[in-house]
C-alpha cells in the first residue's frame, strides 16, 4: 500500500464548478501536510499547507482529518488556469521518513470552458 | 531571487552510458533534495543533504547512483550505468530548515528530464 493515495482522476469540469480531491496517508506519526501543484512539465510548487482547523486561500480551501488520515483540497468556481496536477503531501518527523515529504501520485484537473 | 538551477534540461542517453546532472540550489539553504519523478507519479525522493552531509539515502540506488555536495552547496547526481528504467525527470529541490520551525518550504528546480534508449 502506497504511504499516501490519491484519485489520479482525470477531473475533467466546466469553468464555476466545485471540485474536491481526496488523499488518504498512512502513516499516523505524520505531522505536517501539503497540497503542491505541477503544472505540464513543469516543476511542483506549493499551493498551500493544511492545518488541523483547516484553512482557506481565496478559492481553494484544504482540510485534514486525523483521525481518519485524510486529506482534502476544494477548489470553488473553477478557471482555466486551475488546470493542473495537484499532490498531496505528507511529513513525518519521528522514524525512518523523519523530516521526508512523501508525494501521492497527484490527481489531474482539467477545466473547460 | 533566482529559483533553484538545474543543468541540463533535456539529457537523451544510450543505456550503460554515464549520465550527470548538476543542481544550484537557492542562495542561502541549506537543505538540499534529489527527487525522481516518473510519468503519472509524484516525486520521490532520492537523496537529501544537510549542508554537506547526506542524511538520508536510503532509496539511492547505490550500486548505479552516486551524489555529492561539495561545500554545501551545489550538488551533482550521477548514474552509472544508466538502465532503460532510470528514464524519468530528475528534480532538485532547496529549503531552509531551521530546527524547531516546523516548516520548511522545499523549492524545485525545472527537473532534467532524462530518456535512456
Known amino acids: 500500500r502506497k504511504e499516501v493515495e490519491q484519485d489520479p482522476g482525470p477531473f475533467n469540469v466546466p469553468e464555476g464548478a466545485t471540485v474536491a480531491f481526496n488523499c488518504t496517508y498512512s502513516?499516523?506519526?505524520?505531522?505536517?501536510f501539503f497540497w503542491y501543484r505541477q503544472d505540464c512539465r513543469k516543476e511542483p510548487k506549493l499551493l498551500m499547507s493544511?492545518?488541523?482547523s483547516g484553512n482557506e486561500d481565496g478559492r481553494f480551501t484544504a482540510q485534514l482529518n486525523r483521525a481518519s488520515q485524510y486529506i482534502s483540497l476544494l477548489i470553488r468556481d473553477s478557471k482555466l488556469s486551475d488546470s493542473a496536477t495537484y499532490l498531496c503531501v505528507v511529513k513525518s518527523f519521528v522514524g525512518s521518513n523523519t523530516g521526508k515529504l512523501i508525494f501521492g501520485q497527484g490527481t489531474t484537473l482539467q477545466v473547460k470552458p | 531571487e533566482a529559483g533553484v538551477v538545474q543543468s541540463p534540461r533535456y539529457k537523451i542517453i544510450e543505456k550503460k552510458q554515464p549520465v550527470a546532472f548538476w543542481c544550484n540550489p537557492i542562495?542561502?539553504?541549506?537543505?538540499l533534495y534529489w527527487y525522481r519523478q516518473n510519468l503519472g507519479q509524484g516525486p520521490e525522493l532520492l537523496i537529501r543533504?544537510?549542508?554537506?552531509?547526506?542524511v538520508d539515502d536510503s532509496q539511492l540506488p547505490k550500486d548505479r547512483f552516486s551524489a555529492e555536495r561539495l561545500k554545501g552547496v551545489d550538488s551533482t547526481l550521477k548514474i552509472q550505468p544508466a538502465e532503460l528504467g532510470d528514464s524519468a525527470v530528475y528534480l532538485c529541490a532547496s529549503s531552509l530548515v531551521v530546527w524547531g520551525s516546523g516548516g520548511d518550504e522545499q523549492f524545485f528546480g525545472p527537473g532534467t528530464r532524462l530518456t535512456v534508449l
Open positions: 502513516n499516523s506519526a505524520s505531522q505536517s
Open positions: 542562495s542561502g539553504h541549506n537543505t
Open positions: 543533504y544537510e549542508n554537506e552531509e547526506a
Open positions: 493544511v492545518y488541523s
